[in-house]
């Protein structure tokens, strides 16, 4: 079946807006031409991920072989310049558009790959190497779309896609434990005498994760020198994103660090406002 490139960048805009709602009220902060290339982005960031956690009962090397096929998929139809996938007819057109370097998306590929055999992470370093893919990368790829007036944009964009998934890592806790994964360092749990398997909220783990919090924050602040890099729209908009993440970190300080009986969320009233107010300014 034939997929018509409105079709796949609505996929990808339905992807965006169910499953990252946070990014997705930001991007009407953005001049509606662009809207739609971040959209294709996160379509295509979801679908790789979804292939890792979300087929069911499916063995390692099944799940191995999809993301495989779909980076070959992506690269093969990059260089052809047309897709026919739901999902990558619109990456591909985003990417030809921008010029993004082929580089990015498979180090994101590679990361994706390390979650079927990689559950933990000894250092905060070897956290990096996984997040360098994972997430850093995921503010080079914006870059293109973001225009930024000069290059020193580049590592507080990084920065910026770091702490976005760190701030995922803590408020995720209890359902990475079931997915047989801990992204905390073990030298940060050993520190502090933590155990996760537990899920028990102790003076211990309200120390842990005020100590990750705090690593959290030192990265966003570096991100909001990079924003203030962006053109006035997209400034905004990353802004607007940065705004709402960042408060889950204070409702995971209002529920008491507890990740494990409840989940930090930012109300989506609170999101559709602060979009609004990106979009007239008053952000």
């Known amino acids: 079946m034939t997929v018509s490139l409105q079709e796949s960048y609505a996929h990808c805009r339905t992807l965006n807006k169910q499953y990252g709602t946070t990014y997705y009220w930001a991007t009407y902060a953005l001049p509606r031409v662009k809207r739609h290339h971040v959209w294709a982005?996160?379509?295509?960031?979801?679908?790789?991920?979804?292939?890792?956690?979300?087929?069911?009962?499916?063995?390692?090397?099944?799940?191995a072989a999809a993301l495989s096929d779909f980076g070959d998929r992506l690269f093969l139809d990059w260089q052809r310049g047309r897709s026919d996938d739901i999902v990558l007819k619109a990456v591909v057109h985003t990417i030809n558009a921008f010029g993004?370097?082929?580089e990015v998306f498979r180090r994101f590929l590679a990361s994706m790959a390390m979650d079927l055999s990689i559950s933990t992470y000894e250092t905060f370093d070897d956290l990096l190497g996984y997040t360098d893919g994972s997430?850093?990368?995921?503010?080079?790829?914006?870059?293109?779309?973001?225009?930024?007036a000069s290059p020193l944009a580049f590592a507080h964009a990084r920065d910026l896609g770091t702490a976005f998934q760190l701030t995922n890592f803590l408020r995720d806790v209890?359902?990475?434990?079931?997915?047989?994964?801990?992204?905390?360092?073990?030298?940060?749990?050993?520190r502090f005498g933590v155990d996760p398997q537990r899920r028990i909220v102790d003076q211990a783990w309200i120390e842990l994760m005020r100590f990750e919090i705090e690593r959290c924050r030192q990265l966003y602040a570096s991100a909001?020198?990079?924003?203030?890099?962006?053109?006035?729209?997209?400034?905004?908009?990353?802004?607007?994103?940065?705004?709402?993440?960042?408060?889950?970190?204070?409702?995971?300080?209002?529920?008491?660090?507890?990740?494990?009986t409840q989940r930090a969320r930012v109300p989506t009233f609170r999101k559709a406002a602060t979009a609004f107010a990106a979009m007239t300014h008053v952000a």
């Open 100 to 102: 993004h370097d082929p």
């Open 135 to 148: 997430a850093a990368v995921i503010g080079e790829m914006m870059l293109p779309i973001l225009e930024p």
């Open 41 to 63: 982005l996160y379509g295509f960031c979801r679908h790789a991920d979804d292939i890792v956690d979300d087929l069911g009962d499916a063995p390692v090397a099944e799940r």
């Open 174 to 190: 209890d359902e990475d434990l079931t997915r047989g994964r801990v992204y905390i360092p073990q030298e940060d749990l050993a």
């Open 224 to 260: 909001d020198i990079g924003i203030g890099m962006l053109p006035p729209a997209e400034g905004r908009c990353v802004r607007a994103a940065r705004v709402l993440y960042s408060q889950i970190l204070d409702r995971i300080v209002d529920n008491g660090y507890d990740v494990f």
